[in-house]
C-alpha cells in the first residue's frame, strides 16, 4: 500500500520530469489556441509558460500517455 511520501515522491518526480520536458519543447512565443482541441489557451497559461502550445487538458493527456 502506498503512503503519503510515496505520492509525494511521484509528484515531485512529475514536476521535474515536466520541467525537463517543457525546457525542451516550449520555446518561443505561446499559442493562443491549443494546437490540438483548438480550445483557448489561457492569458495566464501562456504568461507562464512560455512557447505554451497546448491547453491543460490537452497536456495533461499527454503527460499520460507519455507514461505508457
Known sequence: MRDIID???????????????????FKGESAKDCIECGEPIPEKRRQLLKGCQLCVDCQNLKEQFAKR
Open 7 to 25: 505520492q509525494a515522491n511521484d509528484l515531485a518526480q512529475l514536476e521535474l520530469d515536466n520541467l525537463l520536458a517543457n525546457r525542451q519543447v
